[in-house]
């Protein structure tokens, strides 16, 4: 059982320090600039996900004019 808790809490301290070790962006700065922003760009549009997830990208029924939704 001791065992089992003290790899388990090595494990935890290694996961932690994986970016130290193997470094997320690339050596090269034109490729790390690609890098930082597609990743920035990913990280603007985790809203838009999660309102598209909970459904509040949906025009609302309160709205004062008339929405189609369909095709026309």
């Not at 990280?43 to 025009?59: S, T, V």
Request: overall charge neutral; charged content about 20%; glycine content about 8%.
């Amino acid at each position: 059982m001791r065992r089992l808790i003290l790899s388990a809490l090595l494990g935890v301290a290694v996961a932690g320090n994986v970016g130290c070790f193997l470094p997320i962006y690339s050596g090269d700065p034109l490729k790390r600039t690609d890098q930082l922003i597609f990743t920035s760009e990913d990280m603007r549009n985790i809203l838009l996900e999660w309102e598209r997830f909970w459904l509040l990208d949906q025009p609302s029924h309160m709205t004062p004019y008339r929405v189609h939704g369909g095709v026309i």
